[in-house]
């Protein structure tokens, strides 16, 4: 018998796996985790609407059954009803959001650069924004009706206010170093506003932006649910009108999916762009 014959052959070991792969395993888990975490209580809401309806604890023309909010959801949107109305809303949350995006950066950039235009803005600004979306509805429809224009001005001003404060205290606290680094490699404009500012300001910028975006998304059902005559918070004032509380609900819950639509699209496009930002420093 030979000698490589009586030794013992090692066992291959199993290729250990990559720390990258390992931590996205482990992003996997938290992610499934917090998403059945967040599961937890609108399920137990669902379970006690359900008990309460069932047992009759409420009355059905008070609180409609799940089953029936849920077949109301499925005619809205078969019958093409539900579709037409949130697309008006949609669209006037676009251009309300376009109108104080424009609004917000420039004041916000104004009185972050300069402390003289804070001067003479700021005081204006903060009294403004201090009166409620409500608190402009009478005005506005004594100056433009209760057209678009009315609507788009008060989605505009809801929105306008937290990209303006965000804004300008993104611009204040950019790191005094970064700025001594551009005066160093004498960056022009251009430079100092992509390599700086921009980067620097980011994640203020876009906690503005949706701040601003949920202002504008209940503004909107704010000023429909009081004068419009179409568009999703409209539907809820047709259904109470007609006490078919089963719609209101289902435009409730389509109301509150929208929103959590918006907010998630946000999350990950500031993810996506945070990563830039990294790379541009």
Not at 90 to 114: E, K, N, P, Q, Y
Request: glycine share 6%; aromatic share 10%; hydrophobic share 55%.
């Amino acid at each position: 018998m030979s000698l490589t014959e009586t030794l013992p052959v090692p066992a291959l070991a199993a290729p250990a796996a990559t720390p990258r792969l390992a931590q996205a395993l482990a992003g996997l888990r938290s992610r499934v985790w917090r998403g059945a975490l967040a599961l937890i209580l609108p399920l137990a809401v669902l379970a006690l609407w359900h008990a309460a309806t069932l047992n009759g604890w409420v009355a059905q023309q008070i609180l409609p059954a799940p089953a029936l909010v849920w077949t109301t959801l499925l005619d809205l949107w078969h019958s093409g009803e539900l579709w037409t109305n949130l697309a008006i809303s949609l669209t006037r949350v676009a251009w309300g959001f376009s109108a104080a995006l424009v609004i917000g950066l420039a004041l916000g950039v104004a009185m972050g650069l300069s402390k003289t235009a804070e001067a003479y803005l700021y005081p204006s600004f903060k009294a403004i924004s201090e009166v409620p979306v409500l608190g402009w509805i009478p005005l506005l429809i004594m100056l433009v009706g209760i057209g678009e224009a009315m609507k788009i001005l008060v989605i505009a001003k809801a929105a306008a206010v937290p990209i303006t404060i965000n804004t300008q205290q993104g611009i204040r606290n950019i790191p005094q170093p970064y700025l001594e680094v551009a005066r160093v490699y004498r960056f022009n404009p251009r430079q100092l506003w992509l390599k700086v500012i921009f980067p620097s300001t980011l994640p203020s910028l876009f906690n503005g932006f949706r701040y601003g975006l949920t202002n504008a998304w209940l503004s909107l059902v704010t000023v429909e649910l009081l004068a419009s005559s179409e568009g999703i918070g409209y539907q809820m004032v047709w259904g109470r009108q007609l006490f078919q509380l089963d719609v209101v609900m289902a435009c409730m819950l389509v109301i509150g999916l929208v929103g959590l639509a918006i907010d998630l699209f946000l999350q990950i496009t500031e993810t996506r762009l945070l990563r830039w930002r990294r790379a541009a420093f």
